[in-house]
């Protein structure tokens, strides 16, 4: 593994090293207006969520490094107190590029990328109406970071007062992931998009770990780390229940490979438990990661102790 020391790296290698590996991450396209109300929209990456309650979010605008010069966003902010955050969906990543670009503090964004201006309700600088997601936010507090040794970067902690969500985005109540499609930023001119999504749900009690699984599965050459993982959520070793697993004396089932590669492990298993190679370990983890990947954890762990 390479390893690379920022003192001895120039600012562009060190700032792009930072951005491909502290990746995907959300873009806050930022809404700010001067003190004669001209409005600024530029996007950053520098973004994230620190707390709900209050709900606290924080924005890193840097000091140019090559010219010294601060950002529209920045200056706006520090004299005004305000601003407004809009996610980036997938059908604007391109109108946000647009306002990227270093124009005179006269130029209005929002009108160069021809995006329109959603009323705010309790800021003056207006979000970007066809984000699905908008925030209203307040500055709490700028910290500068290292200008002991030349350092550029800012932190900017902002209060949200106030969230937009379009109708859109919702389903059941809840903002849907999916109707948000949006974009956050790679290394380079890379970005990612929110339409590959997979659930991942947290156990709500303590898990045994992998260090306590058996080590007959804890050493699969089959089962990966995450298919372990999988099984390791459980808060109690399971025992092999006798009774797993019950098929209908009608069950039919073709080949093992057959029922595996059409997504079918159950008939998979019948065949196995009906040959000769019932107990063998590595056909009887590859029916249990089928099993894991459909979410199907207690028969996965009947099947792994199937072996021996």
């Not at 590996?21 to 409005?39: E, L, M, N, W």
């Not at 600024?40 to 707390?51: D, E, G, T």
């Not at 092999?240 to 079918?264: C, H, K, V």
Request: charged share 20%; net charge negative; hydrophobic share 40%.
């Amino acid at each position: 593994m390479a390893i690379f020391y920022p003192g001895e790296m120039s600012h562009k290698d060190r700032h792009q090293l930072v951005l491909s590996g502290v990746s995907p991450r959300p873009i806050a396209f930022i809404g700010t207006q001067d003190a004669d109300g001209v409005c600024n929209l530029s996007p950053y990456s520098f973004f994230n969520a620190f707390a709900s309650n209050p709900p606290i979010v924080a924005i890193g605008p840097a000091i140019a490094a090559r010219t010294g010069k601060v950002k529209d966003t920045w200056r706006n902010i520090m004299d005004t107190g305000e601003c407004t955050i809009s996610t980036v969906p997938y059908s604007i990543v391109h109108r946000m590029n647009i306002t990227a670009g270093d124009y005179p503090p006269e130029v209005d964004e929002f009108v160069m990328a021809g995006l329109s201006k959603r009323a705010s309700t309790i800021v003056a600088p207006p979000s970007v109406a066809e984000s699905p997601y908008a925030m209203e936010c307040k500055l709490m507090q700028n910290i500068e970071l290292r200008r002991d040794i030349g350092g550029n970067g800012n932190i900017m902690l902002l209060e949200v007062v106030a969230f937009h969500v379009a109708d859109s985005a919702m389903s059941g109540g809840k903002i849907d992931p999916r109707r948000l499609d949006h974009v956050a930023r790679m290394g380079g001119n890379y970005y990612a998009r929110t339409t590959d999504l997979f659930e991942a749900a947290q156990p709500l009690h303590a898990c045994i770990g992998i260090n306590e699984l058996p080590e007959h599965v804890r050493t699969s050459p089959v089962l990966t780390g995450n298919d372990l993982a999988r099984l390791a959520y459980v808060d109690v070793l399971p025992m092999l229940d006798g009774s797993y697993p019950q098929f209908d004396t009608s069950y039919r089932a073709d080949s093992f490979e057959i029922e595996l590669a059409a997504g079918n492990p159950d008939g998979a298993l019948f065949v196995l438990l009906n040959s000769p190679q019932r107990h063998d370990r590595i056909l009887l983890h590859r029916v249990a990661q089928m099993l894991i990947a459909q979410g199907r954890i207690a028969d996965a762990w009947q099947t792994v102790l199937m072996e021996g």
